[in-house]
């Protein structure tokens, strides 16, 4: 494994984490679950990315991997980063969504309890809340901070604009954000025009989610089907309707770019991603340990040369 240091903090990441919005809820076994994020411990990848509402249920994820650390990693708390996020709903009520303090540290409080840590090593916004004052959000990160239940304040989901609210209000406090959170993808490419020179300009540290599409960038949907049991036929979060015939004329031409560097498609989708020194992680994630083993086999591939870069550009344009 390979490690990028987030801009601006000491803090490292693998190139590659594991994030458990899917795969990790009471619908799984728990089993599979257990054997991929050890098998993804024991590859280096020490970062781990929760929410309060990853599920199913909402919590069922931190839940999970509160149990296979206790069983199994509870001894190397200190070789993993616990990435967890609050401002998505999550309980009935006013509080339980939102950037209130209320909301936030509520939310942070019941997260260390499902997770059964004492501390989380990420904080996240998971989102900007127009309802409540940055200054509020961004000081219940710092109050996390400060009261050593959290080591990083971080935001996910802020346009260009609320990012540099954010990170003025957080370094009043002493707090700068360390990362910022954003979907990245060969078929996803606002980051590049709307935040990366932000987040470098800021010196924040940037995870990105979804690199592979949420499987669309893999070889899952490329017969043209769904395949049983495969997101577009399990989450509201990707459809039958997204295998159009325009994105199976790209995912194909990407596919043969794959082929001739002896590559997955998937292998192709990460390895372009990370590409960007900006980019300090990609968040996978993975139903299965083999594909968690697939995917990890760009940590010894060559970079992408210009004619490569070129001819993906050819493709998506
Ligand atoms: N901050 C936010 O708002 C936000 C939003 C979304 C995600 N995230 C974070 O980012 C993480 C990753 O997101 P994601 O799950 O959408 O990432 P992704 O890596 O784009 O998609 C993962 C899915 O792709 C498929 N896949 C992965 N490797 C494969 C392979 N080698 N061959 C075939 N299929 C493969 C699997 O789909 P199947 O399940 O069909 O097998 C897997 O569940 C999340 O878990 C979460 O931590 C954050």
């Known amino acids: 494994m390979q490690y990028r240091r987030a801009s601006g903090s000491g803090l490292t990441l693998p190139e590659l984490s594991l994030g458990l919005w899917h795969n990790f809820g009471t619908d799984r076994d728990l089993d599979t679950q257990r054997a991929i994020v050890l098998r993804a411990f024991d590859l280096g990848i020490t970062h781990f990315d929760l929410a309060n509402n990853y599920g199913p249920p909402p919590g069922a994820a931190e839940e999970t991997f509160g149990r296979i ?10 070789e993993i ?27 942070l409080h019941q997260s260390l309890s499902r997770l059964g840590v004492e501390y989380v090593d990420i904080f996240y916004s998971h989102r900007p809340d127009p309802n409540t004052p940055i200054e509020e959000t961004m000081g219940a990160l710092t109050r996390a901070l400060q009261s050593g239940k959290a080591l990083y304040p971080a935001l996910s989901n802020y346009d260009a604009e609320q990012t540099r609210a954010a990170q003025s209000a957080l370094t009043r406090n002493g707090t700068p954000a360390v990362l910022h959170q954003t979907r990245y993808s060969m078929l996803d490419r606002t980051y590049e025009h709307t935040l990366q020179h932000v987040l470098t300009e800021l010196s924040i540290g940037t995870t990105v989610f979804s690199p592979l599409a949420q499987g669309l960038l893999t070889d899952r949907y490329l017969g043209g089907g769904t395949p049983d049991g495969s997101r577009a036929t399990t989450s509201p979060f990707l459809h039958r309707a997204d295998i159009t015939q325009t994105y199976l004329r790209t995912a194909h031409a990407l596919n043969a770019l794959a082929a001739e ?3 997955t498609l998937s292998q192709f989708a990460l390895t372009w991603v990370l590409r960007d020194p900006a980019v300090t992680s990609a968040i996978i994630g993975a139903s299965s340990v083999e594909q968690l083993e697939q995917n990890m086999h760009i940590l010894t591939a060559p970079p992408l040369s210009t004619a490569e870069l070129a001819a993906i550009e050819m493709v998506l344009q």
């Not at 616990?82 to 969504?97: C, L």
């Open 69 to 78: 650390l206790r069983r199994d990693l509870h001894r190397y708390r200190d």
């Open 81 to 107: 980063v616990i990435a967890t996020k609050a401002g998505y709903r999550m309980w009935e009520g006013p509080y339980g969504d939102g950037g209130s303090r209320k909301s936030m540290l509520a939310s």
């Open 261 to 263: 560097r002896a590559q």
